[in-house]
């Protein structure tokens, strides 16, 4: 794979983004300046870059851009890693560890996520224990050497590993890292004698705690055979098409890197959809000015929400995979990888319905996905899902779904949803406000467990609303939150897609050396930052962007002595560490009474673990990009269920591209555009703002219009 001339950072020409989920694959095409936006939806198919191509093609043909005039690079996101690892579709691996360590993933941490659960389950291993090989070696904590490997083990690994079929090798040695030499030999000798691809933890997380610096080690294996041919698949296509444009692919950090190098780490990706719907929520949210924003991100297959403060998201140092209790942590293998702090939620248009082990309705969390899809889809499905729901309630037009490229079925909806009533005793009307309601409660129910876990009251907190399901449902979503105000942006079904374009390059990355934050010696942070500074100025300079528009980033991990667990701070950027002790140990006591209401005073302060954040300037984005075809159109009115069985209302459908800024659309109302509809519920009152967003307040007793309101109708953009 080639990675070419990076134009992601100037404004000229016509740039692409492209987001895999699980039911669609969204396709964004904005021209110079984003002043003019063509969108799509496709069905994510079984060979992801069918999908793609189809999209592709169709955007550009709209546009009427020949494919030599798509020289800007595509920016890519996916879910091609993530369900790869849930799913247990990875690539058969092989793990290499320090002789007498091969146990590692049977013992994990010896931490118990539930004290009191006798049948407490745990995440299987990510690899099995037959594919777990030994080798004498041994580098200690300090990162001095003493045992080096033997060449006739390495030779013995080889040909055993041959033996294995496995696909791929993850090498993981105790302490590596803090020297990985060991790692590098083995690696290296195993590429040359097996011929696949080998990776190390110390390369990909170079971190305390060998568990999940091993799992993550892992894990990249398991999706490098994926993930690497993929992109140099799609690389291939956009040749053969004339079509010059190289590919970045989106990371879980809210940055993206080009494909050579997201080939060579995918473990960096498994959030990078997600990610990328985060990173559009914070450019919205800096033109609508909330101090704090939940970004409600609904699609096919799941639901996201992502807490903003001060239009910026979170970024945490470590995700979990594989959760066998979705909200618990640690009931899942952890990741050491950069992501951008939120929580998925198995609820989603394909969320499927079903009769539970108490004879209840039940909603997800499994998804009919695209294939066979909601019942309506007329692709097979039998059973009733979120979408089939939201048809029968009247929420969504059957022959316009999709701009009308997939009319809906109203009858294969009706059977689904007859069928499961039948096992419930209930009417089927009732069995699709059940599934309406019961996904409400479950989004709220998560977004609202997210949130206090992480200190924060989502009453009164602003929704923005997007996602191809995300605008049916918000309204709801944000009555169960005490939310009073909710930002519909434009083309919302696409928005993370067109988050790919706002994103800038970025690489995150970490080095683990223990030491005391006052006696840190400045010539040797100096040391490791310069060791992190030439490799994140290596990765993004071979994803094509210039070396002199890199800036750094630096942030610590830092802990009082004697605890176990540390906490993240980020410091300034610059051409070097950007504070002194005395000035990161105040951000430190600041951040930890934050998070836990006080400090240890006399108790010495050490760094656990140096960051660097190496980025590109942000993209040059029109400040009104999201400019949709206008048209006039009258409004109708069909029948909608709002509130409890017989609750059947007369409700105004209106065309989203009719409404001009300052127009206002009272609930109950449906505004329908081409991949997304806008449900409206009773009390709710929209105002189009200049940018063209929905801005929905819902009205209450002695209400007064809520700031946010009144900059979002007359904030000039």
């Given at each position: ?7 992601h950072q100037t404004p000229e020409g016509w740039r ?52 030599a005039g798509l020289t800007e690079p595509i920016v ?497 950027e610059g051409a070097a560490f950007p504070a002194t ?137």
């Amino acid at each position: 794979m080639s990675d070419r001339s990076n134009g992601h950072q100037t404004p000229e020409g016509w740039r692409l983004a492209v987001d895999i989920g699980g039911t669609f694959t969204d396709v964004v095409l904005a021209g110079p300046g984003a002043r003019e936006v063509v969108t799509t939806k496709t069905l994510t198919t079984r060979d992801p870059l069918d999908g793609v191509r189809t999209g592709v093609i169709d955007v550009m043909q709209r546009a009427g851009l020949p494919p030599a005039g798509l020289t800007e690079p595509i920016v890519h996101a996916t879910t091609l890693v993530t369900n790869a690892l849930i799913e247990g579709t990875g690539a058969p691996v092989a793990f290499v560890t320090t002789a007498g360590f091969e146990d590692v993933f049977e013992i994990r941490t010896e931490h118990r996520y539930d004290m009191y659960d006798i049948q407490i389950e745990f995440a299987p291993p990510p690899v099995p224990r037959e594919r777990i090989l030994g080798i004498a070696e041994r580098t200690v904590a300090g990162g001095a050497i003493l045992a080096r490997p033997a060449p006739e083990d390495i030779a013995r690994l080889g040909r055993e590993i041959s033996a294995m079929g496995v696909a791929a090798v993850a090498v993981g040695f105790l302490h590596s890292y803090a020297n990985g030499e060991n790692e590098e030999i083995v690696a290296a000798a195993l590429r040359e004698a097996t011929g696949l691809p080998v990776c190390t933890s110390s390369d990909v997380a170079g971190l305390v705690r060998e568990y999940p610096r091993f799992v993550t080690a892992a894990a990249n294996a398991q999706t490098v055979p994926i993930l690497g041919p993929y992109l140099a698949r799609l690389e291939g296509w956009l040749a053969s098409q004339g079509i010059p444009a190289s590919v970045l692919l989106m990371l879980s950090n809210g940055g993206a890197v080009g494909a050579r190098v997201a080939g060579r780490y995918p473990i960096r990706a498994i959030e990078s959809g997600p990610a990328a719907g985060a990173l559009a929520g914070a450019w919205l949210a800096r033109r609508h000015a909330p101090e704090r924003l939940l970004c409600f991100d609904m699609g096919g297959t799941t639901a996201k929400a992502c807490i903003l403060e001060n239009s910026e998201p979170q970024l945490g140092t470590s995700f979990e995979y594989a959760r066998q209790y979705r909200f618990i942590a640690g009931s899942g293998l952890p990741l050491s990888t950069p992501s951008v702090d939120l929580i998925e939620i198995g609820a989603g248009g394909g969320s499927l319905a079903h009769r539970d082990d108490f004879g209840l309705l039940a909603v997800g969390p499994q998804s009919a996905g695209s294939e066979p899809g909601p019942a309506c889809y007329a692709r097979g499905g039998t059973q009733p899902t979120v979408t089939d729901a939201a048809l029968l309630l009247g929420y969504l037009d059957a022959p316009s779904f999709a701009g009308g490229k997939m009319p809906l079925d109203v009858d294969a909806a009706e059977r689904a949803a007859a069928s499961l009533a039948d096992e419930l005793g209930i009417a089927a009307h009732d069995v699709a406000a059940g599934i309406h309601e019961l996904a409400n409660q479950s989004m709220a129910a998560a977004a609202a467990r997210y949130a206090t876990e992480r200190g924060v009251d989502l009453r009164g907190v602003p929704l923005l609303a997007f996602g191809g399901a995300g605008p049916v449902h918000a309204c709801g979503v944000a009555e169960l939150l005490d939310a009073t105000e909710i930002v519909f942006p434009p083309m919302a079904s696409v928005l993370s897609a067109f988050g790919c374009l706002v994103s800038p390059l970025r690489i995150d990355l970490a080095r683990s050396r223990l030491t005391s934050l006052a006696d840190a010696p400045p010539d040797a942070i100096e040391e490791i930052c310069e060791e992190m500074r030439k490799e994140g100025r290596d990765l993004l300079v071979e994803s094509g962007l210039p070396a002199d528009v890199i800036a750094f980033r630096y942030g610590i991990d830092a802990r009082y002595r004697g605890q176990a667990n540390e906490v993240t701070i980020w410091l300034g950027e610059g051409a070097a560490f950007p504070a002194t002790a005395g000035e990161a140990l105040l951000v430190f006591e600041a951040r930890y009474e934050e998070l836990y209401g006080m400090t240890i005073p006399d108790v010495p302060v050490e760094v656990v673990t140096w960051r660097i954040a190496a980025v590109g300037p942000e993209p040059a984005i029109d400040s009104r990009p999201l400019v949709a075809t206008r048209h006039s159109g009258a409004a109708r009115t069909r029948a909608a269920w709002f509130g409890r069985p017989g609750a059947w209302m007369d409700t105004t459908v209106v065309s989203r591209e009719s409404l001009s800024p300052g127009d206002i659309v009272e609930g109950p109302a449906v505004v329908e555009e081409r991949d997304t509809t806008v449900v409206l519920r009773p009390d709710w009152t929209a105002t189009v703002a200049e940018d063209l967003s929905l801005v929905a307040v819902r009205r209450l007793a002695n209400d007064s219009t809520p700031q946010v309101l009144q900059e979002a109708i007359s904030h000039d953009h």
